[in-house]
C-alpha cells in the first residue's frame, strides 16, 4: 500500500550538486509529529547510515558528514521529500534509500545510486 518512489540518482562530478526526490504514496505529514521521511545511505561494505530526515513538526536531523552543505525539504502537498547536496565528495558514494516512519512502521524505498567521481 506505501509506495515510495525514488528519483535524481546518478553520476556526478566531485564538488557537483544533486537533487533527490522521495514520494509517497501515503501521507506522512500529518498531525503524528514524530512521522518523518528521509534519506539514508549505505556504501559498499558499510552500515547504512543517516543522512537527513524531517519530521511532520518540521524537525530536520543531519549527518554530521554532510550538515552545512546538504538540505532536506519537503513538499506537503506532494507527499514528496528532497534531498539537495552540495559540495559532493567521493565519500558520499552509496545507494541512497527513502524511507518513511508512519506511526510504528518503517518503510524503505528501493534505493537509488549515487556516484561521485571525475
Known amino acids: 500500500q506505501m509506495q515510495l518512489v525514488e528519483s535524481g540518482g546518478g553520476l556526478v562530478q566531485p564538488g557537483g550538486s544533486l537533487r533527490l526526490s522521495c514520494a509517497a504514496s501515503?501521507?506522512?505529514?500529518?498531525?503524528?509529529?514524530?512521522?518523518?521521511m528521509g534519506w539514508f545511505r549505505q556504501a559498499p561494505g558499510k552500515e547504512r547510515e543517516l543522512v537527513a530526515t524531517?519530521?511532520?513538526?518540521?524537525?530536520?536531523n543531519y549527518a554530521v558528514s554532510v550538515k552545512g552543505r546538504t538540505t532536506i525539504s519537503r513538499d506537503n502537498a506532494k507527499n514528496t521529500v528532497y534531498l539537495q547536496m552540495n559540495s559532493l565528495k567521493s565519500e558520499d558514494t552509496a545507494v541512497y534509500y527513502c524511507?518513511?516512519?508512519?506511526?510504528?512502521?518503517?518503510?524503505w524505498g528501493q534505493g537509488t545510486q549515487v556516484t561521485v567521481s571525475s
Open positions: 524511507k518513511a516512519r508512519l506511526g510504528v512502521y518503517d518503510y
Open positions: 501515503i501521507n506522512i505529514f500529518n498531525t503524528i509529529n514524530t512521522n518523518y
Open positions: 524531517v519530521t511532520s513538526a518540521g524537525s530536520t
